[in-house]
């Protein structure tokens, strides 16, 4: 692998622990201004100190992202098509690869839909992707979208979808946890971090799928709503550092949790400072 591939792949994935606690704030390209993530700056500054690597897209990074946070961004850059559709699969690459450069991005992500009406587009769109990525040292993230249909996310689909982003080249998949994962996981030579989808009831349902992700061989997570939409994010996002960068167990995220809810006063503002990730 050449150098800057590997290297931009080392900023998202620690090399001390091979895992990464990625932030997705990406929603807004098809969701638009998505339950507390209505400004993104806001929601984005206090957690970066948290996050290994920031999802967003252009628009939020040149809006909400300062230049001078020293995170990794993850830049989003399919899209086309917003929640107003029944069918969510017609995307296509909003972003070009030397926008891509122009911004620094440390990877690029691109959903892919299979099974989907436009399955077929989204794929080739994946393989032209990573025929460009490969060329700038530019590491493409897959994600298997499954539009409204969030009932498909199970062991079999999941499986064909994530194999299917790494035979066409992704160097990574976003997927989500599903029962039978370790499955999932073998079936993909490539890392695979899970989302977290919509809002579980409870932070222990959410601690619970992230440990079970990371035991069932996931690098880590790309999450979003169950850290932003709850009300203590920070905390919440300690905790799943905790699990996946330091194996601690449900029981102690949940301990982490309810300490920092306990102390922290939460940031809401920006102006509060330059966040610095701390952990590197
Ligand atoms: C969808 O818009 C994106 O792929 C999200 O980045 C992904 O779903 C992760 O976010 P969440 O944890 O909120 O599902």
Known sequence: MDYGLKNRISRMIRPSTGRSVMLACDHG??????????????????????????????????????????????????????????????????????????????????????????????????????????????????????????????DRYLSLACRVAAELGARMVKTYYCEGFSRVVDGCPVPVVVAGGPKLDTEADVFRLVRSAIEEGAVGVDMGRNIWQNDHPVAVIKAIDAIVHEGATEKEAMGLFLESKAKTQELASPAAGRPQRSRR
């Open 29 to 154: 390209y098809f969701m638009g201004p998505t339950r507390r993530l209505e400004n993104p700056r806001t929601t984005i500054a206090p957690l970066v100190p948290y996050s290994d690597v920031v999802s967003v897209t252009r628009g939020v990074l040149r809006a909400s992202v300062d230049p001078e946070w020293d995170v990794p961004i993850l830049l989003r850059v399919s899209g086309g098509t917003s929640i107003l559709q029944d069918d969510l699969s017609n995307e296509g690459i909003t972003t070009s690869m030397k926008e891509a450069v122009r911004l620094n991005a440390t990877a690029v992500s691109i959903s892919i839909f299979v099974g989907a009406p436009n399955e077929k587009e989204t794929l080739l769109n994946l393989g032209r992707l990573v025929d460009e990525g490969e060329e700038y040292g530019m590491p493409v993230m897959a994600i298997t979208a499954v539009g409204k249909e969030l009932e498909k996310r199970d």
